[in-house]
């Protein structure tokens, strides 16, 4: 039975592991982009955020400076995979359950809704900082679970579990507030051109293509014409996600017909020659959602999240306070609102019977984990970047949401430790 409910879990295990590694890198580059924005060479940090970096073929030209190519283009990759995670949740995962996933998805929206009017509400009628009210709303899950991992076996998986989907579901709000609150002057003309290759790749996926390399080409032209049209870049990777299937090519039996036989066989040259068409089968047996999600997610956490917070972390100390309207609703939006919104909007459905509480996992643990949630590093930054074009508006911001972060992490982790290991939590009633 153990093991049983072990393999069941190891996917989420493997995932929870890739992005706590990523996590503890996060901190390391922010870390790096904060002492050298203040120190001496804070010169070379900015031009290298401002150098200018362009395209050309023949008459048409692609120009942008190095910090536009991080937030626009390595950023529509993270948001792909994020996109490709919640469809694989919501299909297969802990989202596919009703019944499962009702905690996490009201706890996701306490978790936006709080933090959203608590900073609305420290900048009631003050512009452009009052455009700042999206900047508290997602958790940075490679973060939260960075700080997990350094907890080790005292955080009971079906926490983490929770965390990882209540993370899952506000990235998707995250997304839907950026697409609809953050864009310009949107260029119809090319807006419908990103559709209509949106539309190609739909079609190509709803036939089961499996070629990752036609999405490749589809998703470039997307993210070309989204970023054109005004609508921000990363949203074509959302939307490219929706369009890879999670059909094989190959059904169960046949595949492990096909390695039974490999097994079994004692003749040599039969054996080398379906060894040769081994690594064909295996690809078969895996979906083009599975394929791209694997291919990307070494790349999202050893290069894209590490380079974002290179370039997004850094500001120097003097560019504002935490008693400035910015700083002060980020930092309080994050700190309070998010473990304000995720615990009470999770005890209102458990007390309603909407969802039950994760077993194993007291209310001390939960509070541990919507505290946790205030973590909103990388989508926050984000966020941050598109509410404002001002450096020193956007330096408030950052001073807010790290702040916040950094307490949120540290306060987290305190009150799981109290909680005590998972042996010792108290046990959720099973309705």
Not at 138 to 150: E, N, S
Not at 199 to 216: E, K, N, W
Not at 231 to 253: E, N, S, W
Not at 273 to 299: F, I, T
């Amino acid at each position: 039975m153990i093991s049983r409910v072990r393999g069941l879990l190891s996917p989420f295990l493997d995932f929870a592991r890739g992005e706590s590694q990523a996590g503890l890198l996060l901190i390391l580059a922010a870390i790096a982009a904060f002492v050298w924005a203040n120190s001496a060479y804070a010169p070379a940090y900015h031009a290298m955020k401002e150098l200018h970096v362009g395209l050309a073929f023949g008459g048409w030209h692609l120009d942008k400076e190095l910090i536009h190519w991080v937030d626009d283009g390595l950023m529509a990759a993270f948001f792909l995979l994020v996109g490709l995670e919640i469809k694989r949740e919501v299909l297969v995962g802990e989202l596919s359950d009703p019944r499962a996933a009702a905690l996490p998805v009201v706890a996701a929206a306490g978790g936006m809704i709080v933090p959203a009017l608590i900073y609305a509400a420290v900048a009631w009628g003050q512009s452009p900082a009052s455009r700042g009210w999206g900047v508290p709303m997602a958790t940075d899950i490679a973060f939260a679970l960075g700080v997990l991992a350094l907890l080790g076996d005292r955080v009971p998986v079906s926490l983490k579990v929770f965390l990882t989907a209540l993370a899952i579901v506000d990235d998707l709000g995250a997304i839907a507030v950026i697409a609809l609150f953050y864009a310009g002057d949107i260029a119809l003309g090319k807006l419908a051109i990103s559709l209509l290759l949106w539309l190609g790749a739909l079609l190509y996926g709803a036939r089961g293509g499996y070629r990752l390399s036609v999405y490749g080409v589809l998703g470039i032209g997307m993210w070309y014409f989204m970023q054109a049209s005004g609508v921000h870049a990363t949203v074509a990777g959302v939307l490219l996600a929706l369009a890879v299937p999670m059909k094989r090519r190959i059904d169960g039996g046949t595949l492990r017909g096909d390695l039974e036989k490999l097994l079994s066989s004692h003749d040599f040259e039969e054996q080398q020659v379906v060894a040769e068409d081994l690594e064909d089968l295996l690809e078969r047996g895996q979906s083009p959602l599975h394929r791209l999600e694997h291919m990307l997610n070494p790349v999202n956490a050893y290069l894209i999240m590490p380079v974002f917070a290179l370039f997004n972390a850094g500001f120097a100390l003097g560019g504002g306070s935490l008693g400035a309207t910015i700083s002060l609703g980020a930092f309080l939006g994050l700190l309070l609102g998010k473990p304000i919104g995720v615990v009470g909007a999770s005890w209102l459905s458990i007390r309603t019977g909407i969802a039950s509480r994760p077993r194993g996992v007291s209310w001390t643990a939960l509070a541990g984990a919507g505290v946790l949630a205030g973590i909103g590093f990388t989508m926050a930054l984000f966020i941050a970047g598109l509410a404002f074009t001002d450096p020193g508006h956007l330096d408030q911001a950052k001073l807010g949401v790290i702040s916040a972060s950094i307490l949120a992490a540290v306060l987290g982790g305190a009150l799981l430790v109290m909680a005590g290991r998972p042996s010792e939590a108290v046990e959720a009633p099973a309705g």
